[in-house]
């Protein structure tokens, strides 16, 4: 990373930590998280252990998700620990084309990284949908770094 996007990251810490509700917070996250990887959409999905599903109450167009832990490509986010990119989702088993027939939005490709707490448990999926050269290497390795970057704003609003 070149010492102006440090910058802009660190200005972007500053303020996400201003944002007193979860849903302000979820938005500000999406926005620059778009904006810096260059993608369409960006959603946050938070892992509600108590039931075994992720939701994310802010998914670009769309109304709150709800999906199993272990569905889709969030899911198998979840299942390997790791951040998962797929620039052919429909050739996917675990891509959930449900969705995209319910919101009437083309995945093209998608880019999921793991968000852990401080105790290294999972507590939600970043999730970048459509850039259109397609995610590489150094988009992943910039998710991972953001997600581990807002996991303890996350933590501390999910009071977890």
């Not at 993608?39 to 998700?65: P, T």
């Not at 704003?153 to 977890?160: N, P, S």
Request: aromatic content about 12%; hydrophobic content about 35%.
């Amino acid at each position: 990373m070149k010492q102006s996007e440090y910058k802009k990251l660190a200005e972007f810490g500053q303020t996400l930590l201003s944002k007193e509700l979860l849903e302000e917070g979820l938005a500000y996250i999406s926005v620059n998280a778009k904006e810096m990887t260059h993608s369409d959409r960006c959603s946050i999905f938070i892992y509600e252990k108590k039931n075994d599903v992720l939701w994310s109450m802010h998914a670009d167009g769309v109304e709150k998700i709800r999906v199993p832990y272990d569905m889709g490509i969030v899911g198998k986010t979840i299942e390997l620990q790791k951040p998962v990119i797929d620039n052919e989702p429909y050739d996917s088993s675990y891509f959930m084309s449900d969705i995209d027939m319910q919101t009437g939005y083309y995945t093209q490709n998608i880019l999921t990284a793991p968000i852990f707490n401080s105790k290294q448990k999972t507590i939600g999926v970043i999730e970048l949908l459509n850039k259109k050269s397609g995610f590489n290497k150094k988009d992943m390795q910039f998710l991972v770094f953001l997600a581990h970057y807002v996991s303890s704003y996350l933590e501390m609003m999910l009071d977890e």
